[in-house]
Each structure stands twice: as C-alpha cells, then as structure tokens.
C-alpha cells in the first residue's frame, strides 16, 4: 500500500511551525511499523507556494523551508534502508510564474521561452480592461477566467489553476524535453516514480475553441481527452518510465471509466495507474456542494469498475488525499469519539480490501477529522481565497455559504497538522506558531495515545495492512458485490483461485440483522473492528453493530 505524505503538515524538526524533510525522516520507523511499502512525497521542490508547492519554480531544487538536497538524500536513504520506496510528485501541466522559463517567456514575443507556455491574443473589446476579452472562455479551476494579461506583450496566458500557475505547451518538443530530463535527474537519484499532477490536461485541445454551455458544466472532460494526450504519454514512457524500474500514478480528473484502458492498459506503455475520482468524488455538484452519500450509488461505482477495467487494466483504491476533505467526516460518523474510531476503522477496512493499489493519506489511519472551522481568514488554501474574492464579491454565494462549504468539504481540513501525541502541537512543531490550526481534538486523537492502545484506530489498520499483504487475493483477487442494492451493507468478495475474502460493512449507525444471500455463509473471522469481536461462523445471519466491520476468510 502507498501511504501519502504532505510535507508541510506531517512533522517540523526546526520549530518554524512547518513541516520538513527531516522531519519526515525523523519518523520513517512509524512508517515502517504501520506497514508501508511506499511513500508518495506530494511536492518538495522551490516554490513561492502560491498553491502550497504545486507551483514548481526550479524543479531540481529542494524547497527552502523543507530543507537541502542533503535532507533529500538522507529520508531517501532511511527510506531504501527500511526497504520502503519513494515516489515523488510531478507537476508539469504547469510551472510557477517565478520558473526561469516563465519569466524569459514574459520578456518579450520573440523570447526563445516564449513557445515554452500558452499565449494568445484577446478578441478586442474596447470596454474590456486593457481592451481585449479573454481568447475563450475557458474558467479557472481556482475562480475567474483561465487567462491572464501580460502587460508588456500585449498578450494573454493560460493558467487552468491559480495565475501564478501559468500552463506550459506540451506541444512543444523542447517542453517535452526539458520534463523527460528533470524526470531522469530524480529517477538517477534513486527515486521509484511519480504521483503525475492532472497528467491528462497536458494535451490541450487544438484552436483553444470556446467550452459550450454544456462542457462548461464538466470543462474537465474536454481539457483531459485532448488529441495528443496519448502522444505525449507514450513519448514519456517510451524515453523515461520504460527505462527504468519505476511506477507512475496519474491524478486523471477528467478521466471516465471508458478512457482509463487508453492510459493505463499494459498494451498502451503510458502509465501504471490512474486516479479517477468518481467513486471518491461521488455526489460532487460543484463548488463544495456535494449529494449525502448514497451507499448503492457508491456501490454501483467499484461494480462498474469491476466490469469495465480489464485484468491488464491495474486500478486504485483511495478515499483521501490533500484536496478533500477527512474522509471519516466525510463518510463516517464522528457524532461520538466511539463512532469516530468504528467507522474509521470501517472506511480503513474498504480502502484496504476493494481491487487496486490502496492509498492511504496521512492520518487517516488515526482517524484523524475535519478541523472546526469558523472565519475565512482562518483558511490558507488559495482555493477558499479565491472563491472569496470572486464569487462571494459577486453574490453568487455569501460568505456564510462559502465557510459552510469550506469546513464540510475543504482543502485545508486534510492539511492541519499531523498529530503525533499530547504536547504542545500535537507534537508536530515545538514553535509558537504553525502554518495551519492544529485540530483542538489531537488530545483526543493522536498517533502516541494509539500506540498505546491495542484496539485503536492506528493498531487496526496496522493489523489491516498486515492482512492485506498476507494474501495476494487482496491484491489480485476478482472483486464482486453480493448484495448491490442493500442500502446500509455493503458485502463484498475477493477471489483468487481457492482463496476468498469475504468483506462486511455496516455503513449505518444502527444495529442491523442481515442475512447474507442465498447459499452465502459466513467463514472464519480474520478481523472485525470493534473490541469485542464476534464471529457467527457458518451463519447466514448476521448481526451487525453500528459501523462494524468484519473480514471473513471463506
Ligand atoms: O489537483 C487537481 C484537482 O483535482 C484539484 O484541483 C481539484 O479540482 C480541486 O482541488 C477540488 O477541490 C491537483 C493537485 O492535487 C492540487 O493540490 C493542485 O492544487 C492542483 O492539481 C494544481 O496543481
Ligand atoms: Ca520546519
């Protein structure tokens, strides 16, 4: 299983309050207890941070506040030496607007970077601002339009994200060149891989032509099935990935079930894996509205999954990841610090057991929750800021609306500080300040106190990922639901040749009587989440404990 760190909130050696690389390090041992074969390390490199490091201003650099290149070598290091691997984040859809390239770009038309990024004239418009509208329409993923003025060049750039996110033209075989190279210095180094930031925008669509009202609904389905998308992938792999024993996962928004064989199937020598998030996004309305789940809804998604990807069609399981928000607040039940740790441990038990490669993002396997958020300036996440400034300047929400929004479903709510025990700073930071509000409930939750507890949350997915990797079943193994349209179980198998897994899941608070479905008895208990455990071997009827979990060997 792959276990994902974000640098900035996951341990401070030095007391400015942020996290670092040597902190990382100074914690590879409880990494390597809890069970993790690999590390993705979300952004390391120089950045002024507009978006938290996924604004890259010198790719072959470590950022400063994360510490030196030395640093780097050290975790990598420790990490090799407990037999883990490291992964590391490639962000290439875009650059920061302070990368070298970018500021030769903006010098001058004819600047020989100026090719390197996406710039275009604006349609004349002498009541606009500078007299020209945008080149399209096309909308920010962080508020506004996607394009900005340049001043001094008269022209327009394209930045899909933040405007200090300028995109770069792939279509450019230097571009593409100067990736393949910085792809090669990490990999040289010992690194095995890459977590590839929104990899399928790469392949921008020709002529840039106007979104219609209905790709305006979904503008990622458009920017992420662009015609060389796939050129550009193959190219990769074919002069970086094939060369050596490396893995590539790419964060595919935009990327439905149908499209995903084009990227991952082994016969295409594009990429391991994909992110897609319709099962992780699910009930997504846009903006930080989101439908209450719908057990049957999600079930539907992993069924589907299960039919469409091939066996050569590698997948991945996750629930969490620094853009969303903590998924037992999200889809479990933090009404009761007894409710918090079953579910918890229920969602664990999911992300663990469905077909794919399991993700884990850090602190999810504490348990760890959203934090209680009240004012907008408590947000750091340029996502929030944004919103703030356009769309709640121009009344399409209130601010009350946007800090709801932001609580429930936010960014930074998976970027508060990790928390490692009891003392000042939940342990993350012995400094006066940290670059975000440590949740006043690590008292309660946090990685030491569990330790110490046999039957906690982190024991639990401890114990989890040891039953994981203890049968390749979990791996490889056929995935079928049992019982699809029940709407507060979720049943589910793993089979690989004579071995099958047998998964019980009480998505509910109630206590439910169930009985399994024709010809379906239970097997042998190999791990339920409550303290007290019961088996009901051989039953056809279970009796099911608010959020109980159980994994049956059958
Ligand atoms: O995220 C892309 C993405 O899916 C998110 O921006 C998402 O649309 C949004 O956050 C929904 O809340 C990747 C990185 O994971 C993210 O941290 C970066 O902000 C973004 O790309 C730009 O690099
Ligand atoms: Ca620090």
Redesign the pocket.
Known sequence: MIYQIYPRSFQDSNGDGIGDLNGITSRLDYLKNLGVNVIWL?PHFDSPNA??G??IRDYRKVMKEFGTMADFDRMLAGIKKRHMRLIIDL?V??TSDEHRWFQESRKSRTNPYRDYYIWRDGKPNPNAPHGFDPPNNYPS??SGSAWQWDDSTGQFYLHL??EK?PDLNWENPKVRQEVYSLMRFWLDKGVDGFRM??IPLIGKTPGLPDLSPEQLKDP?KVWANGPRRDEYLQEMNREVLSKYDDMSVG?A?GIGLSETHEIVGEDRHELSEIFN?DAARIGAMGG?EYRPLQLEELKAVYDRHAKVLGKQDWDTSFLG????SRVVSRWGDTSTPEFRALSAKLLQTMVLTLKGTAYLYQGDELGMTNYPWTKISEFND??VQNRFKSDVAAGKLTEQQLIAGAAA???DNARTPMQWDTTKNAGFSVGDHTWEPVNPNYPQINAASQIADAKSVYHYSQEMIALRHSDPAFVYGDYQDLDPSQEHIFVYTRTLGKSTFMVVLNFSRRQIEYTLPPAVRAGNLKLGNYRTAVDEAGASTLHLRPWEARVYQQ
């Open positions: 979300s978006d938290n996924y604004d962000v859809n875009h993923y962080f994200f933040a996110q930031d929104v990622s964060e928004i998030f930080y990841n620094h853009d969303m340029i996502e479903y936010g960014r």
